[in-house]
Protein backbone atom coordinates (compact mmCIF):
# COMPACT_ATOMS: atom_id res chain seq x y z
CA UNK A 1 0.00 0.00 0.00
CA UNK A 2 1.10 3.75 -0.38
CA UNK A 3 0.67 5.24 2.74
CA UNK A 4 0.74 8.83 3.93
CA UNK A 5 2.19 8.87 7.64
CA UNK A 6 1.51 11.90 9.55
CA UNK A 7 4.21 12.60 12.29
CA UNK A 8 6.78 10.23 10.43
CA UNK A 9 9.22 12.12 11.70
CA UNK A 10 8.29 11.64 15.75
CA UNK A 11 8.83 9.35 17.90
CA UNK A 12 6.32 6.17 16.83
CA UNK A 13 6.02 7.52 13.69
CA UNK A 14 9.86 6.89 12.91
CA UNK A 15 9.46 3.73 14.48
CA UNK A 16 6.27 2.58 12.49
CA UNK A 17 7.71 4.19 9.11
CA UNK A 18 11.07 1.37 9.74
CA UNK A 19 8.38 -1.86 10.30
CA UNK A 20 6.08 -0.21 7.15
CA UNK A 21 8.63 0.06 4.52
CA UNK A 22 9.80 -3.77 6.12
CA UNK A 23 6.50 -5.01 5.06
CA UNK A 24 6.33 -4.06 1.76
CA UNK A 25 4.37 -0.82 2.14
CA UNK A 26 5.30 2.83 0.64
CA UNK A 27 5.92 5.32 2.46
CA UNK A 28 5.29 8.86 2.23
CA UNK A 29 6.10 11.15 5.31
CA UNK A 30 4.37 14.53 6.34
CA UNK A 31 5.64 16.11 9.60
CA UNK A 32 5.58 20.33 10.77
CA UNK A 33 9.30 19.41 12.74
CA UNK A 34 7.56 21.37 15.39
CA UNK A 35 8.29 18.71 17.51
CA UNK A 36 10.68 16.23 15.77
CA UNK A 37 13.80 17.33 14.01
CA UNK A 38 14.83 16.21 10.29
CA UNK A 39 18.09 14.42 11.63
CA UNK A 40 15.94 11.75 11.97
CA UNK A 41 14.83 11.34 8.18
CA UNK A 42 18.69 10.13 7.22
CA UNK A 43 18.78 8.06 10.23
CA UNK A 44 15.54 6.30 8.83
CA UNK A 45 16.70 6.01 5.29
CA UNK A 46 19.83 4.34 6.59
CA UNK A 47 17.66 1.67 8.23
CA UNK A 48 15.00 1.35 5.03
CA UNK A 49 17.39 1.41 2.54
CA UNK A 50 15.33 4.05 0.86
CA UNK A 51 14.77 7.35 0.19
CA UNK A 52 11.66 8.57 1.92
CA UNK A 53 9.49 11.38 0.29
CA UNK A 54 9.14 14.17 2.82
CA UNK A 55 6.91 17.11 2.97
CA UNK A 56 7.18 19.58 5.64
CA UNK A 57 4.44 21.38 6.30
CA UNK A 58 1.43 21.69 9.49
CA UNK A 59 -1.44 19.42 8.20
CA UNK A 60 -3.46 22.13 9.71
CA UNK A 61 -2.94 24.01 6.48
CA UNK A 62 -6.09 22.09 4.37
CA UNK A 63 -4.87 23.96 1.07
CA UNK A 64 -0.99 22.48 1.35
CA UNK A 65 -3.01 19.02 2.17
CA UNK A 66 -5.31 19.43 -0.49
CA UNK A 67 -2.16 19.72 -2.97
CA UNK A 68 -0.28 16.63 -1.67
CA UNK A 69 -3.54 14.36 -1.80
CA UNK A 70 -4.18 16.21 -5.22
CA UNK A 71 -0.49 15.24 -6.27
CA UNK A 72 -0.27 11.72 -4.70
CA UNK A 73 -2.35 8.67 -4.83
CA UNK A 74 -2.68 7.47 -1.01
CA UNK A 75 -4.60 4.27 -0.36
CA UNK A 76 -4.09 4.59 3.71
CA UNK A 77 -3.22 7.02 5.94
CA UNK A 78 -1.74 6.79 9.50
CA UNK A 79 -2.14 10.18 11.79
CA UNK A 80 0.40 10.68 14.31
CA UNK A 81 0.80 14.09 14.22
CA UNK A 82 -0.30 16.13 17.06
CA UNK A 83 0.59 17.67 20.40
CA UNK A 84 1.26 15.51 23.50
CA UNK A 85 1.95 16.22 26.76
CA UNK A 86 -0.57 16.19 29.34
CA UNK A 87 0.64 19.14 31.27
CA UNK A 88 1.36 21.62 28.40
CA UNK A 89 -1.73 21.00 27.33
CA UNK A 90 -3.57 22.85 30.49
CA UNK A 91 -1.35 26.23 30.15
CA UNK A 92 -2.07 26.29 26.07
CA UNK A 93 -5.57 24.69 25.40
CA UNK A 94 -6.08 26.58 22.52
CA UNK A 95 -2.88 25.57 20.61
CA UNK A 96 -4.15 21.67 21.76
CA UNK A 97 -7.28 21.94 20.03
CA UNK A 98 -6.32 24.18 17.15
CA UNK A 99 -3.33 21.69 16.14
CA UNK A 100 -5.05 17.96 16.82
CA UNK A 101 -8.61 18.62 15.43
CA UNK A 102 -7.25 20.97 12.75
CA UNK A 103 -4.78 17.94 11.53
CA UNK A 104 -7.68 15.64 11.78
CA UNK A 105 -10.04 17.64 9.71
CA UNK A 106 -7.83 18.61 7.10
CA UNK A 107 -6.64 15.00 6.53
CA UNK A 108 -10.33 13.58 6.61
CA UNK A 109 -11.50 16.54 3.86
CA UNK A 110 -8.92 15.47 1.82
CA UNK A 111 -9.64 11.63 2.06
CA UNK A 112 -12.94 12.47 1.52
CA UNK A 113 -12.56 14.52 -1.43
CA UNK A 114 -9.41 12.33 -3.07
CA UNK A 115 -11.50 8.50 -2.45
CA UNK A 116 -8.46 7.48 0.53
CA UNK A 117 -11.01 4.76 2.24
CA UNK A 118 -8.34 4.01 5.21
CA UNK A 119 -7.15 5.70 8.03
CA UNK A 120 -5.25 4.50 11.72
CA UNK A 121 -5.31 6.80 14.05
CA UNK A 122 -3.25 7.39 17.59
CA UNK A 123 -5.53 7.44 20.32
CA UNK A 124 -4.37 7.10 23.88
CA UNK A 125 -5.26 5.12 27.06
CA UNK A 126 -5.75 8.38 28.77
CA UNK A 127 -9.55 8.45 27.22
CA UNK A 128 -10.52 6.01 29.73
CA UNK A 129 -10.33 8.78 32.15
CA UNK A 130 -10.31 7.83 36.05
CA UNK A 131 -11.98 4.38 35.24
CA UNK A 132 -10.94 2.87 38.71
CA UNK A 133 -9.59 -0.80 38.00
CA UNK A 134 -7.69 -1.82 35.22
CA UNK A 135 -7.60 -3.85 32.61
CA UNK A 136 -9.32 -1.19 30.61
CA UNK A 137 -11.19 -2.86 27.76
CA UNK A 138 -12.11 -0.97 24.28
CA UNK A 139 -16.02 -1.52 24.84
CA UNK A 140 -15.93 1.09 28.12
CA UNK A 141 -18.06 3.71 27.93
CA UNK A 142 -18.28 6.51 27.99
CA UNK A 143 -14.66 7.66 27.47
CA UNK A 144 -13.74 10.53 28.83
CA UNK A 145 -10.56 12.21 29.87
CA UNK A 146 -8.65 14.41 32.60
CA UNK A 147 -6.72 17.12 30.41
CA UNK A 148 -7.53 19.26 27.31
CA UNK A 149 -4.96 16.77 25.62
CA UNK A 150 -6.95 13.96 26.26
CA UNK A 151 -9.96 15.50 25.70
CA UNK A 152 -8.85 15.95 22.24
CA UNK A 153 -8.12 12.18 21.43
CA UNK A 154 -11.71 11.94 23.01
CA UNK A 155 -13.22 14.35 21.08
CA UNK A 156 -11.24 13.08 17.33
CA UNK A 157 -12.88 9.19 18.49
CA UNK A 158 -16.24 10.75 18.46
CA UNK A 159 -15.52 12.59 15.25
CA UNK A 160 -14.02 9.81 13.15
CA UNK A 161 -17.56 8.05 14.46
CA UNK A 162 -19.33 10.27 12.96
CA UNK A 163 -17.35 10.83 10.03
CA UNK A 164 -17.57 7.10 9.37
CA UNK A 165 -21.40 7.01 10.05
CA UNK A 166 -21.42 9.55 7.03
CA UNK A 167 -19.14 7.57 4.83
CA UNK A 168 -19.77 3.78 5.58
CA UNK A 169 -17.03 3.16 2.57
CA UNK A 170 -14.73 4.55 5.12
CA UNK A 171 -12.42 1.95 7.40
CA UNK A 172 -10.95 3.84 10.36
CA UNK A 173 -8.58 1.66 13.35
CA UNK A 174 -8.18 3.94 16.61
CA UNK A 175 -5.29 2.59 18.10
CA UNK A 176 -5.06 3.53 22.03
CA UNK A 177 -1.81 3.22 23.14
CA UNK A 178 -0.76 2.61 26.76
CA UNK A 179 2.90 4.14 27.73
CA UNK A 180 5.03 3.96 24.64
CA UNK A 181 8.73 3.18 25.63
CA UNK A 182 12.06 2.15 24.35
CA UNK A 183 14.22 2.44 20.76
CA UNK A 184 15.07 0.64 17.89
CA UNK A 185 18.11 -2.02 18.64
CA UNK A 186 20.22 -0.07 16.45
CA UNK A 187 20.39 2.59 18.74
CA UNK A 188 19.76 5.03 15.84
CA UNK A 189 16.49 6.23 16.45
CA UNK A 190 15.08 6.83 19.19
CA UNK A 191 12.63 9.39 21.50
CA UNK A 192 14.04 13.13 22.05
CA UNK A 193 11.93 14.88 23.96
CA UNK A 194 12.28 19.04 23.60
CA UNK A 195 12.93 20.79 27.25
CA UNK A 196 12.47 18.52 30.54
CA UNK A 197 10.84 15.29 29.45
CA UNK A 198 7.48 14.92 31.11
CA UNK A 199 7.14 11.11 31.19
CA UNK A 200 9.46 8.75 33.27
CA UNK A 201 11.37 6.37 30.86
CA UNK A 202 13.04 9.76 28.35
CA UNK A 203 13.80 11.36 32.09
CA UNK A 204 15.17 8.08 33.76
CA UNK A 205 17.66 7.77 30.63
CA UNK A 206 18.72 11.36 30.65
CA UNK A 207 19.26 10.73 34.64
CA UNK A 208 21.41 7.85 33.12
CA UNK A 209 23.31 9.96 30.68
CA UNK A 210 24.27 12.80 33.21
CA UNK A 211 21.83 15.37 31.32
CA UNK A 212 19.87 15.51 34.59
CA UNK A 213 20.57 15.09 38.38
CA UNK A 214 18.27 12.66 39.76
CA UNK A 215 15.19 11.12 39.05
CA UNK A 216 11.89 12.43 41.03
CA UNK A 217 9.44 9.45 42.07
CA UNK A 218 5.93 11.34 42.16
CA UNK A 219 4.53 9.96 45.47
CA UNK A 220 5.04 6.20 46.90
CA UNK A 221 2.00 6.07 49.02
CA UNK A 222 -0.22 4.84 46.26
CA UNK A 223 -2.29 2.09 47.07
CA UNK A 224 0.32 -0.47 45.20
CA UNK A 225 2.70 -3.10 46.09
CA UNK A 226 5.56 -0.43 46.69
CA UNK A 227 3.33 2.46 46.95
CA UNK A 228 4.33 4.15 43.38
CA UNK A 229 1.76 4.00 40.39
CA UNK A 230 1.86 1.53 38.06
CA UNK A 231 1.39 1.43 34.13
CA UNK A 232 1.35 -0.40 30.65
CA UNK A 233 4.81 0.03 29.54
CA UNK A 234 4.71 -1.14 25.57
CA UNK A 235 8.31 -1.14 23.95
CA UNK A 236 7.87 1.25 20.73
CA UNK A 237 8.62 -1.91 17.93
CA UNK A 238 5.58 -3.93 18.99
CA UNK A 239 3.66 -0.49 18.89
CA UNK A 240 4.72 -0.04 15.38
CA UNK A 241 4.37 -3.69 14.69
CA UNK A 242 0.42 -2.76 15.93
CA UNK A 243 0.11 -0.47 13.29
CA UNK A 244 1.16 -2.48 10.43
CA UNK A 245 -1.31 -4.76 12.19
CA UNK A 246 -4.23 -2.60 12.41
CA UNK A 247 -3.60 -1.63 8.49
CA UNK A 248 -3.77 -4.95 7.07
CA UNK A 249 -6.76 -5.62 8.98
CA UNK A 250 -8.38 -2.57 7.83
CA UNK A 251 -8.25 -4.17 4.65
CA UNK A 252 -10.31 -6.74 5.79
CA UNK A 253 -13.02 -5.77 8.13
CA UNK A 254 -16.37 -4.30 7.38
CA UNK A 255 -16.73 -2.54 10.46
CA UNK A 256 -15.86 1.38 9.32
CA UNK A 257 -14.19 2.12 12.71
CA UNK A 258 -12.71 -0.38 15.00
CA UNK A 259 -10.79 0.35 18.21
CA UNK A 260 -8.05 -1.67 19.23
CA UNK A 261 -6.13 -1.57 22.72
CA UNK A 262 -2.47 -1.70 22.39
CA UNK A 263 -0.63 -2.48 25.71
CA UNK A 264 1.06 -5.62 27.33
CA UNK A 265 -1.77 -6.32 29.81
CA UNK A 266 0.81 -5.94 32.47
CA UNK A 267 1.14 -2.87 35.21
CA UNK A 268 4.95 -2.09 36.33
CA UNK A 269 5.45 0.41 38.96
CA UNK A 270 7.26 3.54 38.98
CA UNK A 271 10.05 2.00 41.12
CA UNK A 272 9.88 -1.43 38.98
CA UNK A 273 10.95 0.85 35.86
CA UNK A 274 13.60 2.67 37.72
CA UNK A 275 15.26 -1.04 38.76
CA UNK A 276 14.87 -2.04 35.45
CA UNK A 277 16.58 0.82 34.11
CA UNK A 278 19.50 0.19 36.58
CA UNK A 279 19.72 -3.20 35.44
CA UNK A 280 20.16 -2.05 31.76
CA UNK A 281 22.98 1.00 32.92
CA UNK A 282 24.73 -1.41 35.40
CA UNK A 283 24.49 1.04 37.94
CA UNK A 284 22.24 2.58 40.82
CA UNK A 285 20.53 5.87 39.41
CA UNK A 286 20.11 8.87 42.12
CA UNK A 287 16.27 9.31 42.81
CA UNK A 288 14.23 10.72 45.64
CA UNK A 289 10.38 10.79 46.19
CA UNK A 290 8.65 13.88 46.06
CA UNK A 291 4.43 14.77 45.67
CA UNK A 292 2.44 13.23 43.88
CA UNK A 293 1.59 14.63 40.35
CA UNK A 294 -1.84 16.12 39.73
CA UNK A 295 -3.80 14.27 37.83
CA UNK A 296 -2.01 10.43 38.09
CA UNK A 297 -3.99 7.28 38.42
CA UNK A 298 -2.27 4.75 40.16
CA UNK A 299 -2.93 2.42 38.04
CA UNK A 300 -3.56 1.79 34.43
CA UNK A 301 -3.08 -1.27 31.97
CA UNK A 302 -4.94 -2.87 28.85
CA UNK A 303 -6.71 -5.68 28.19
CA UNK A 304 -5.09 -6.22 25.00
CA UNK A 305 -7.44 -9.38 24.53
CA UNK A 306 -9.00 -7.78 21.31
CA UNK A 307 -6.44 -7.05 19.41
CA UNK A 308 -4.64 -9.85 20.51
CA UNK A 309 -7.53 -11.68 18.33
CA UNK A 310 -8.12 -9.55 15.82
CA UNK A 311 -4.96 -8.07 14.51
CA UNK A 312 -3.24 -11.37 14.87
CA UNK A 313 -0.78 -9.34 17.12
CA UNK A 314 1.05 -9.73 20.61
CA UNK A 315 3.89 -7.70 22.35
CA UNK A 316 7.08 -9.72 22.39
CA UNK A 317 9.30 -7.34 24.51
CA UNK A 318 9.89 -7.67 27.88
CA UNK A 319 10.95 -4.38 30.59
CA UNK A 320 14.16 -5.20 30.49
CA UNK A 321 14.36 -5.19 26.40
CA UNK A 322 12.79 -1.85 26.75
CA UNK A 323 15.57 -0.63 29.18
CA UNK A 324 18.21 -2.34 26.84
CA UNK A 325 17.47 -0.51 23.58
CA UNK A 326 16.34 2.83 25.61
CA UNK A 327 19.87 2.79 27.14
CA UNK A 328 21.75 1.74 24.07
CA UNK A 329 19.70 4.72 22.23
CA UNK A 330 20.50 7.36 24.58
CA UNK A 331 23.99 6.00 25.77
CA UNK A 332 24.80 6.50 22.14
CA UNK A 333 22.73 10.11 21.42
CA UNK A 334 23.09 11.87 24.76
CA UNK A 335 21.97 14.39 23.44
CA UNK A 336 19.08 13.58 21.37
CA UNK A 337 19.22 14.16 17.45
CA UNK A 338 21.14 17.13 18.00
CA UNK A 339 24.93 15.84 17.88
N1 LIG B 1 6.81 9.75 36.95
C1 LIG B 1 7.69 10.05 37.98
N2 LIG B 1 8.67 10.97 37.75
C2 LIG B 1 8.82 11.59 36.55
C3 LIG B 1 7.91 11.28 35.50
C4 LIG B 1 6.91 10.35 35.74
O1 LIG B 1 7.58 9.50 39.08
O2 LIG B 1 9.71 12.44 36.43
C5 LIG B 1 5.75 8.75 37.21
C6 LIG B 1 4.36 9.32 37.07
O3 LIG B 1 3.94 9.91 38.26
C7 LIG B 1 3.57 8.08 36.69
C8 LIG B 1 4.55 7.22 35.89
O4 LIG B 1 5.85 7.74 36.21
O5 LIG B 1 3.23 7.39 37.85
C9 LIG B 1 4.37 7.34 34.40
O6 LIG B 1 4.32 8.70 34.05
P1 LIG B 1 4.43 9.17 32.52
O7 LIG B 1 4.35 10.66 32.52
O8 LIG B 1 5.58 8.52 31.87
O9 LIG B 1 3.13 8.52 31.85
P2 LIG B 1 1.59 8.78 32.16
O10 LIG B 1 1.01 7.44 32.42
O11 LIG B 1 1.34 9.83 33.15
O12 LIG B 1 1.14 9.41 30.76
C10 LIG B 1 0.88 8.59 29.69
C11 LIG B 1 1.08 9.32 28.36
C12 LIG B 1 0.04 10.37 28.14
C13 LIG B 1 -1.33 9.86 28.44
C14 LIG B 1 -1.37 9.24 29.81
C15 LIG B 1 -2.71 8.69 30.21
O13 LIG B 1 2.35 9.93 28.31
O14 LIG B 1 0.09 10.76 26.79
O15 LIG B 1 -0.44 8.17 29.84
O16 LIG B 1 -3.02 7.59 29.43
F1 LIG B 1 -2.24 10.87 28.39
Redesign the pocket.
Known sequence: MRVLVSGGAGYIGSHTVVQLVAAGHDVVIVDSFANSKPAVIGRLEALTGRHLPVHAFDLTDYDKTERLFADEPFDAVIHFAGL?A?GESAQIPLDYYENNLGTSFSLLRAMQRHGVRMLVFSS???VYGERGAPPYREDFEPIEAT?P??RTKVMIEHILGDVAAANPALRIGILRY??PVGAHPSGTIGEDPQGIP????P?IAQVAVGRRER?????DDYPTADG??E?DYIHVEDLAAGHVAALNRLAQVEAPVSVWNLGTGQGTS?FGMLHAFERAVGHELPHVVGPR?AG?QPR?WADPAKANAELGWRTEKTIDDMCADTWRWQSRNPTGYED
Open positions: KVSATSYGFNNNLMFLVVFGTCRVRDS
